[in-house]
């Protein structure tokens, strides 16, 4: 029987998904999992891609059945299991084998596993996989990082299972070691601003205008057409028009406003701050979904404060308000992407990526979940472009600024004036605005850094004196 191409390790959500992804494709694939049972069921339950499947139940058999130089993707619980399940694949593996970590790993433990195997002739891969189960299926985007030779091995069984935009395929080497889980870990911190951002837009449109969830839902319908058409605004109107089958009610109005998170979004701001780079939109994000978790603190709190005394939410033109509210979720989006792209230049200067900027947001265009046809505009501005400061300075999206920005003043004033959270709608304004101002307020930080502790300062007129007169013997 000829040997499979690629192995997987790890048959859960995400795992059997890829491997059903990669049979269909023409590739024999190797399969193992921890719990055999799984590996057993998933075999039994794969149709007529039983005959591109080898089932293995020991790492022996598993090693053995897969052509050399061996790609193996564990995709599996990240974290140490990872480590665990490396330790216990190593002993049965060769010269120029490749290890592929296909889970959500923090691109800082993907440096250190690949540092590890630096001297063993083994290597290692690191990937970053979106589309969730539905993309793992039918065709995720797929974000590589590790040595050049390695890709090449597994280019083409990758190019096969990535999703498609308009024929071109969503999958990239992105760089050495940790570029991969990287920029998946910014995606995911974009998808964390889009998301909170969009909940911020419902909580106006139910809160403020008290608009019924299926109401809203149409009006995510509406703008999916427009230019905000994605996958999570797709979805979004989806989840609004779905009923309780116990109740009948919308089954939005029955979810419990408490946001999970697993990490992804708070490495991004981490690492946004670690290199002091402002992903405001992000930290919005990350933060509203903490504050959501204290469910019982908030409703404490509401028993104490109550809710601003603003009275009634109101708006003179309502279907103005909805082009405004359009407008501003697009502006904040833009701010919001501006922010991740950043990060991740300033990340590609420290690690030595040379991340390419253009290619990262054309394998967003498709399968991943911030899919949309707004990440094929900036894949257009960074081609045109690719070593510009910030998206927003490009002339496509200078031009979408300052069209959509005075939209998401008028929302983000109106929340205000109304009472009703906008934590990442308003952070994307206070970045435009405090981004785009050439003579700002931190003259005054300065002084005072340099009143209580000699910090220094330049001088605008750059003449040799940086301490002020504070007299206190501090401006020597
Ligand atoms: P599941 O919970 O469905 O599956 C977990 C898998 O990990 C099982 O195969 C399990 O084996 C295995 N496992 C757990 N601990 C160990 C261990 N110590 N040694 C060996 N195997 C172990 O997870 P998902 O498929 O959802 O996620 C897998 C990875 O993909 C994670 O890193 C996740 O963050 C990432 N991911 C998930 C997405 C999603 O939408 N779900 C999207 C993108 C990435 P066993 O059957 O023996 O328990």
Redo the contacts with the bound molecule.
Sequence with gaps: MAQAEIGL????????NLALNIAEKGNKIAVF???VD?TRKFYAEAGELQSQIVPCETIEEFVAAIRPPRPIII????G???D??ME?LKPYLENNDIMID????NFRDTMRRFDNLKDSGLTFIGM??????E??RHGPSIMVGGKEESWKRVEKVLTSIAAKYNEDPCVAWLGENGAGHFVKTIHNGIEYADMQMIAEIYGILRDGLKMSATEIGEVFGTWNKGRLNSYLIEITEKVLKAADPITGKPIVDLILDKAGQ?GTGKWSVIEAQNMGIPATAIEAAVAARSISSVKSEREAAEKVLGLPAVGEFKVADKAAFLKDLESALLAAKIGAYAQGFAVMAQASREFNWNLPMPTIARIWRAGCIIRSVFLDEITTAFTKDPNVANLIVTPAFADMVKETDGALRRVVSAAALGGLPVPALASALGYFDSYRRGRGTANVIQAQRDFFGAHGFDRVDGADAHHGPWGSGLNA
């Design positions: 390790i790890g048959l859960g959500v995400m795992g059997s999992n921890r719990t799984a995709m599996i619980k990240a140490e299991p990872v665990q399940q216990l296909a889970g959500n790993a970053g996989v979106s589309g969730g189960e993309g793992a697993k």
